[in-house]
């Protein structure tokens, strides 16, 4: 059975940096083809793919690239994603996901609620 | 803005058919890059209801369906049933936005 759950702060303040944990089972990121990937969500508006990352390699989004930087913990079946200098744009339910082997999502967690507030 | 287009609403009727469309351009779609469809019904995770274009992952009815042309993709909906009441989005690759999901569409079951 494959689950993915996210977990991190649900407010931070402006000009933080936001550290994000997917904690996943049923599958490893030690498998070549498989990734996780985040995608984010503002209240009431569009799905925005951010970062995915395989056994050997990291994709970001190019709008946020600078921003952004995904890492994993295959020993502890975590993928990490920090984004630094949030702002209340940044608001917003973030996904972890599986990607089975395309960039496609097939597993997607629950979500968590990020309010960027001072 | 996403540089895929999607319709923000589309409404039909039970048992009626409606397709969403997913507009983008030679730089994603129309450069032969897959499309995938989610459906997100309220207060949930987006759930995969096709990839690759067109295949249904296990569980989907077959009510649903994707399709692509030139620089568009189509989701259709079949037998529409209320349950189908949801957003959808499409997703591509676009060689300058990377990853990309389309800017979702509201099914409404009159």
């Known amino acids: 059975q494959i689950t993915l759950k996210e977990s991190g702060p649900t407010l931070v303040k402006p000009t933080q940096t936001l550290t994000l944990t997917c904690s996943f089972s049923g599958f490893s990121l030690s498998t070549s083809g498989e990734g996780v990937g985040w995608i984010r969500q503002p209240p009431g508006k569009a799905l925005e793919w951010l970062a995915l990352i395989y056994w050997d390699d990291k994709r970001y989004s190019p709008s946020l690239r600078r921003r952004l930087t995904i890492t994993k913990d295959t020993s502890k079946n975590q993928v990490v994603l920090t984004m630094t200098n949030m702002d209340p744009v940044d608001t917003a339910t973030y996904h972890c996901?599986?990607?089975?082997?395309?960039?496609?999502?097939?597993?997607w967690g629950q979500g968590t609620l990020v309010t960027v507030s001072s | 803005q996403s540089v895929l287009t999607q319709p923000p609403s589309v409404s039909g009727a039970p048992g009626q058919r409606v397709t969403i469309s997913c507009t983008g351009s030679r730089a994603n779609i129309g450069a032969g890059y897959d499309v995938h469809w989610y459906q997100q019904l309220p207060g949930t995770a987006p759930k995969l209801l096709i990839y690759?274009?067109?295949i249904r992952p296990s569980g989907v009815p077959d009510r649903f369906s994707g399709s692509n042309s030139g620089t568009s993709a189509s989701l259709a909906i079949s037998g529409l049933q209320a349950e189908d009441e949801a957003d959808y989005y499409c997703?591509?690759?676009?060689?300058?936005?990377?990853?990309?999901f389309g800017t979702g569409t509201k099914v409404t079951v009159l």
């Open positions: 997703q591509s690759y676009d060689s300058l936005s990377g990853s990309v």
């Open positions: 996901a599986l990607a089975p082997g395309g960039d496609y999502f097939d597993y």
């Open positions: 690759t274009n067109y």
